[in-house]
């Protein structure tokens, strides 16, 4: 049975788990879903048409499903998505998408520390670390693995690849390219992401086309970044990590940072 302390308020409807903790004075609406071993320890609101999974920790005073606060929201049934063994800290906000049917979501073993919002139709992928304090506009994507540190803004509509490294004050204006280490306003391609890589386990070999690819991409003069891509995929070997740093880079409507 599940652990609802007398000062919470579960509206009707809602669809909570055997073994979930809700703490004092959290709210949970009527069309939410909390999974398997979710805990919310005090003052949590989920509103709206939100569903979290198995195992997660929400911190006090974090909004889970708030109204989107884009001005082109019509109506309807948008929400927030959370997987499993996410931890969600202190004053945490994530809103509900714009247009009906869609989904803010949020991946597996996540981390979100406090004070950090992510905006509406966001998508955070698996095992990313969002530090205190970012601030996340609405339709960002950030790839899994990625680290996001304290303080960072990150425009609208931009991306940060798999295990991009984005450093602290940090402005996001262009996309992140995948395995590098950004950092500054405007955001600029420091390096690539050696430690990152070697830590999530990328074989030497992955490693070295990286970093090859890395040195045509940002330190080769005389290229502009088409031209570069180019010569990436002539010259660099194939491996998945260099095909996946290529997609990504050719699939940037708004540009990747130099």
């Keep these: 049975m599940a652990q609802i302390h007398p000062t919470a308020i579960i509206a009707d409807g809602a669809q909570i788990a055997d073994d979930t903790i809700i703490g004092p004075y959290c709210t949970v609406s009527g069309q939410a879903v909390i999974g398997s071993g979710t805990e919310l320890v005090s003052h949590v609101v ?14 006090s005073f974090a909004v889970l499903g708030g109204k989107t606060q884009d001005l082109k929201f019509t109506g309807g049934m948008p929400g927030v998505k ?11 906000t994530i809103n509900a998408a714009t247009n009906d049917g869609d989904f803010t979501t949020l991946g597996n073993n996540s981390h979100i520390l406090a004070y950090s919002h992510i905006g509406h139709c966001c998508h955070i992928g ?22 996001i540190e304290g303080a960072v803004g990150i425009v609208q509509f931009m991306r940060v690849g798999a295990m991009a490294y984005v450093g602290a004050m940090s402005k996001i204006s262009k996309n992140v390219p ?3 280490i950004a950092h500054g306003d405007p955001i600029q391609i420091r390096s690539f992401n050696r430690i990152g890589l070697e830590r999530r ?41 260099v095909k996946h740093l290529l997609e990504f ?3 940037s409507e708004k540009g990747i940072a130099r």
Excluded: F, W
């Design 82 to 92: 959370i997987g499993d063994n996410n931890t969600i800290r202190e004053y945490v």
């Design 46 to 59: 989920i509103e709206g048409n939100t569903e979290l999974g198995a195992n997660n920790r929400v911190s």
């Design 178 to 180: 995948p395995y590098m």
């Design 249 to 251: 880079c050719r699939a």
């Design 126 to 147: 698996n095992e990313v670390v969002i530090v205190n304090a970012c601030q996340i506009a609405g339709h960002v994507v950030i790839e899994d693995m990625a680290t």
């Design 201 to 241: 386990g990328i074989s030497e070999e992955g490693r070295k086309a990286i970093k090859e690819a890395y040195r045509i991409l940002y330190r080769q003069e005389g290229l502009n970044a088409s031209e570069a891509l180019d010569k990436i995929e002539a010259e660099v070997e194939q491996t998945p990590e």
